[in-house]
Each structure stands twice: as structure tokens, then as C-alpha cells.
């Protein structure tokens, strides 16, 4: 699903958070068959994310997207839904973490992206453990 938003342009249309006068963004994947992509403005190249499918390292992960983000989007189904969350790089890099609270969510058909904040709610944070599955295997 990825794969098919590499190299597009994506216009978030200021909905980025702290971000709010960047609308279009370029979707570049890491590598081929990874979770991991960057977000690069199209406006400012000193403005880039790294960004990461979230379901990868939390397969629990879920969330609904509302009807009015849905009318924004121009979603009609799931299959046109691409979902990546930001990544805050520590070191080391298995310190990183990812807003789960705000997903930025992708309709892949026409290229609009908006970051969504869940509800309270939801029991997500905005610096959640990227490896947490892997220190809970670990017993760390």
C-alpha cells in the first residue's frame, strides 16, 4: 500500500500541526520494502519528517476516522487509506518514538493528507515507544 504513494506529492493543506503554512509534502520510502518513508515540504526543504507505518511496530494500533476528515479526505474505502505517525529520533535510535495521538492519514487515490488528532480518549501518546514490542519481548 505504501509503495503506492512513493514519490507523490501529498497536499496536507496545513493540517500538520506546528506546520500549519506547509501544504504539500513529498512522499519518499526509505528503502523498498520498509515501514519507514520521509515527508520532505515542497515549500521549505529545510522542513522533512521521518515517518513510519505504525501498524508495523504496534499491531494493536486502531482508530476511526470521522465522517467530516472522511469528506475531507474523499475517502469511499479503507483500501485508499495510507497511515504513517511521525518519528521523534533519540539516541540511541531504539529510544525513538511515535505520535500515535496524531496520525497523519493518506488517501492514496487523490493525494490528500490531513493529520488527525484522536480523542483523549483513545490512550495514545504523542511520544509512544517505536520498539516497544520489541523491550517487552525482551524483557527490558
Do not use: C, W
Amino acid at each position: 500500500m505504501v509503495q503506492l504513494i512513493h514519490e507523490k506529492v501529498i497536499r496536507f493543506n496545513g493540517s500538520i500541526l506546528g506546520f500549519e503554512n506547509y501544504d504539500e509534502f513529498l512522499v519518499t520510502l526509505v528503502e523498498d520494502d520498509s515501514p519507514y518513508a520521509y515527508l520532505q515540504s515542497l515549500q521549505d526543504e529545510n522542513i522533512g519528517f521521518l515517518v513510519v507505518t505504525p501498524f508495523v511496530f504496534h499491531p494493536e494500533y486502531t482508530f476511526e476516522i470521522d465522517d467530516k476528515h472522511k469528506t475531507i479526505l474523499g475517502l469511499k474505502t479503507l483500501e485508499e487509506v495510507a497511515v504513517f505517525t511521525t518519528v521523534t529520533i533519540r539516541e540511541p535510535y531504539t529510544q525513538s518514538t511515535v505520535n500515535l495521538l496524531a496520525p497523519l492519514v493518506i488517501n492514496i487515490t487523490n493525494g490528500q493528507g490531513r493529520q488527525i488528532v484522536l480523542p483523549p480518549k483513545s490512550n495514545y501518546g504523542t511520544n509512544e515507544p517505536l520498539f516497544r514490542k520489541v523491550f517487552e519481548e525482551s524483557g527490558e
